[in-house]
T-cell receptor, first 113, second 109 residues
Framework: DGGITQSPKYLFRKEGQNVTLSCEQNLNHDAMYWYRQDPGQGLRLIYYSQIVNDFQKGDIAEGYSVSREKKESFPLTVTSAQKNPTAFYLC????????????FGDGTRLSIL | GQQVMQIPQYQHVQEGEDFTTYCNSSTTLSNIQWYKQRPGGHPVFLIQLVKSGEVKKQKRLTFQFGEAKKNSSLHITATQTTDVGTYFCAVDTGNQFYFGTGTSLTVIP
């Protein structure tokens, strides 16, 4: 079955530590996205990529970094510069053209120790 | 960035009652999408509206795009416990998506 796989499901970070969240898709989608969701709130865009080796900042990119070396993969690193990283992180993908639905992974829940 | 306001934030209904959530924008939208997120789950695409005044139905769900393409609504007739979750509207600007804040629906059996 085609889909998006995020790992791990739960992640704990120590103060001052960088952590990387994995996102892999086998839908052959060009565009991939990372969102942050806080309790009772909507989704806020962190980074997005419309093509391999290219990515753009979303509304809340500070303290995060990404790479897009392969079409299938779009890992997100939460750096120590992100002072409030506790949240639910969702990865999504879509076809390149506009008016296409987004397909989401199951998410990674990040907590601070 | 694109501002998309969604109301209400929370809604509690008795099973069998109807439910409506509204999405509003200050600018004209090219399209609008609706997603449902079950508790503990991830958003799942429901539908996309593109045309002015467009109305689409999925069983008990009715989606509408305003004539001016600045607002949209999702109406559920005779809610069931399976309708529980948060409903989001989302706008595709061609470069990125902007999600509304969502309406959390609780259905009381």
């Amino acid at each position: 079955d085609g889909g998006i796989t995020q790992s791990p499901k739960y992640l704990f970070r120590k103060e001052g530590q960088n952590v990387t969240l994995s996102c892999e898709q086998n839908l052959n989608h060009d565009a991939m996205y990372w969102y942050r969701q806080d309790p009772g709130q909507g989704l806020r865009l962190i980074y997005y990529s419309q093509i391999v080796n290219d990515f753009q900042k979303g509304d809340i990119a500070e303290g995060y970094s990404v790479s897009r070396e392969k079409k299938e993969s779009f890992p997100l690193t939460v750096t120590s510069a992100q002072k409030n990283p506790t949240a639910f992180y969702l990865c999504a993908s879509s076809r390149q053209s506009s008016n296409q639905p987004q397909h989401f992974g199951d998410g990674t829940r990040l907590s601070i120790l | 960035g694109q501002q998309v306001m969604q109301i209400p934030q929370y809604q509690h209904v008795q099973e069998g009652e109807d439910f409506t959530t509204y999405c509003n924008s200050s600018t004209t939208l090219s399209n609008i999408q609706w997603y449902k997120q079950r508790p503990g789950g991830h958003p799942v695409f429901l539908i996309q509206l593109v045309k002015s005044g467009e109305v689409k139905k999925q069983k008990r769900l009715t989606f509408q795009f305003g004539e001016a393409k600045k607002n949209s609504s999702l109406h559920i007739t005779a809610t069931q416990t399976t309708d529980v979750g948060t409903y989001f509207c989302a706008v595709d600007t061609g470069n990125q998506f902007y999600f509304g804040t969502g309406t959390s629906l609780t259905v009381i059996p």
